[in-house]
T-cell receptor, first 114, second 109 residues
Framework: EPEVTQTPSHQVTQMGQEVILRCVPI?????FYWYRQILGQKVEFLVS????????KSEIFDDQFSVERPDGSNFTLKIRSTKLEDSAMYFC????????????FGPGTRLTVT | GQQVMQIPQYQHVQEGEDFTTYCNSS?????IQWYKQRPGGHPVFLIQ?????EVKKQKRLTFQFGEAKKNSSLHITATQTTDVGTYFC?????????FGGGTRVLVKP
């Protein structure tokens, strides 16, 4: 069964550094998402992406964040200057269509900012 | 904002017993989805409810959408150790999911 994959599984970085989290969505899916989950808390929406542009973003997704689909398979989340409070699990998800269709989540990247 | 609230936050269940977790919204929902996240894992889609009063079953799991479409419940019968995890309800609107806080289920053998 096709799966969403994410790399790396764990990223440790120093405050102020840039990080890029990578995702390979399911191949025939058209909508891509990033969510984050601070340890022990709920899953929070960051951004959705369709047709090579952002379709929706949350208030968390400020100017420090950007997303890109650099080729036909990868979908990346960049955090320009990491803060301690960016430490969280970041999940990529994809769906074949948007709206209320179910989303398929990747295994996540645990980001630790020191 | 249009949040969804879940209760209880934690559920300690004896193996073999039943339990129910609830999801509530102050506004009418067009749909509600349920996801399960195993410890250390990622959310996995379980089901979507869209119709008022809808009831769907998956083996020992029964999902219900309220008549007013402001609440939903997940009932698990004869709990097993494989049911351990956090169960989230989520509202799908636009191109995003808004998750509830989750019910973390711990099973005592």
């Amino acid at each position: 069964e096709p799966e969403v994959t994410q790399t790396p599984s764990h990223q440790v970085t120093q405050m102020g550094q840039e990080v890029i989290l990578r995702c390979v969505p399911i191949s025939n899916h058209l909508y891509f998402y990033w969510y984050r989950q601070i340890l022990g808390q709920k899953v929070e929406f960051l951004v959705s992406f369709y047709n090579n542009e952002i379709s929706e973003k949350s208030e968390i997704f400020d100017d420090q964040f950007s997303v890109e689909r650099p080729d036909g398979s990868n979908f990346t989340l960049k955090i320009r200057s990491t803060k301690l409070e960016d430490s969280a699990m970041y999940f990529c998800a994809s769906s074949p269509i948007g709206g209320s269709y179910e989303q398929y989540f990747g295994p996540g990247t645990r980001l630790t900012v020191t | 904002g249009q949040q969804v609230m879940q209760i209880p936050q934690y559920q300690h269940v004896q193996e073999g017993e039943d339990f129910t977790t609830y999801c509530n919204s102050s506004t009418t929902l067009s749909n509600i989805q349920w996801y399960k996240q195993r410890p250390g894992g990622h959310p996995v889609f379980l089901i979507q409810l869209v119709k008022s009063g809808e009831v769907k079953k998956q083996k020992r799991l029964t999902f219900q959408f309220g008549e007013a479409k402001k609440n939903s419940s997940l009932h698990i019968t004869a709990t097993q150790t494989t049911d351990v995890g956090t169960y989230f309800c989520a509202r799908a609107a636009g191109n995003k999911l808004t998750f509830g806080g989750g019910t973390r289920v711990l099973v005592k053998p």
